[in-house]
């Protein structure tokens, strides 16, 4: 059976220890491996390092796509895969040892589910301000090992490629430029029926990039988290359940924005985590009220 790699790029240096992170995967008896990279440089960028691993035993099948989305982007490395399996991992992650894709493998087969979502730890540099490591305000929330689950990123995921070519999901290009298309991607093949669970102990890891660790940044990040969760969630609600949503989102704003202003006087290590709770929750309420018409843009703008 045939694992394809579906990675997106655009002029990150990390790209080769992602590669050669991935090339080292020693897969169970029965599997096989491919590498589709699809760079988003105009300049093509990423091809120097991809064809680098062409003699290597695992194929890295290098693709350019130069339009500013990065929904249509990652539809890209789907349609260029062959694979039974399709697992995702960011070019600016690395995978934590050879096992990571086979720990993948083990429990989607196990658990007879469509997917897995494994575990990110992330780094900071050494310039990273303190209140940021101390906040660990970059960190992924981690499960249960085994725990089903209704969405995931695509930072690390492994997925049954027959709800692409067979059934026809995409990445929406509406969360192209925010992010968020990996949510909205796998909760709505949890909605058509789609099961998932959570891998511990597949893991891979990256260092937070230093252009990101600033206030406007993250809370940028927050203001789109809550953007996202009311189109891929919240909106599809209606009835008793869109106003209880409400009413949560409200209890929220409130709950955290008195947290927010009790621990001010402590300092951004102590009163930042609440405070970005707070715009999230915000955001939610302003997006139900007025609409997207204010979307943050994370990406395709450089």
């Not at 990652?74 to 600016?92: H, K, P, Q, V, Y």
């Not at 050494?126 to 209140?131: L, T, V």
């Not at 891979?204 to 660790?213: F, I, K, N, S, Y």
């Not at 409130?254 to 999230?280: D, E, N, S």
């Amino acid at each position: 059976m045939l694992v394809s790699i579906c990675m997106c790029t655009y002029k990150r240096a990390t790209l080769e220890k992602t590669l050669k992170s991935i090339v080292a995967q020693d897969l169970p008896q029965g599997f096989t491996l491919e590498v589709v990279v699809v760079d988003n440089d105009v300049e093509e960028s990423g091809r120097a390092v991809c064809e680098k691993y062409q003699s290597q035993d695992v194929p890295v099948r290098y693709f350019a796509n130069s339009i500013r989305n990065l929904a249509e982007v990652r539809n890209s490395t789907m349609e260029n895969a062959n694979g039974d399996l399709l697992a995702f991992i960011d070019d600016d992650e690395w995978a934590s040892d050879n096992q990571w894709l086979s720990r993948m493998i083990t429990t989607l087969e196990k658990h007879e589910v469509d997917g897995v979502f494994g575990k990110v730890i992330v780094h900071y540099p050494d310039s990273a301000p303190e209140w940021i490591v101390a906040g660990d305000l970059f960190g992924k929330d981690s499960h249960a090992h085994g725990s089903s689950q209704k969405k995931g990123a695509t930072s690390n995921a492994l997925l049954k490629a027959h709800w692409v070519k067979e059934k026809g999901f995409r990445f929406d290009p509406f969360f192209g430029k925010s992010g968020g298309e990996d949510t909205d991607f796998f909760h709505r093949i949890y909605k058509a029926g789609g099961r998932y669970v959570y891998d511990a102990h597949a893991v891979v890891e990256e260092t937070v990039e230093t252009d990101r660790l600033n206030l406007d940044y993250i809370r940028k990040q927050n203001i789109r988290i809550g953007q996202t969760h009311h189109s891929y969630l919240w909106s599809k609600q209606s009835g008793i359940a869109y106003i209880k949503t409400g009413l949560f989102v409200l209890a929220q704003i409130a709950g955290y924005g008195v947290l927010t202003l009790l621990h001010i006087p402590l300092g951004k290590k102590r009163y930042v985590r609440w405070y970005l709770l707070f715009v999230r929750n915000v955001e939610k309420l302003k997006t139900a009220i007025a609409g997207n018409r204010n979307t943050v843009e994370l990406y395709g703008n450089k």
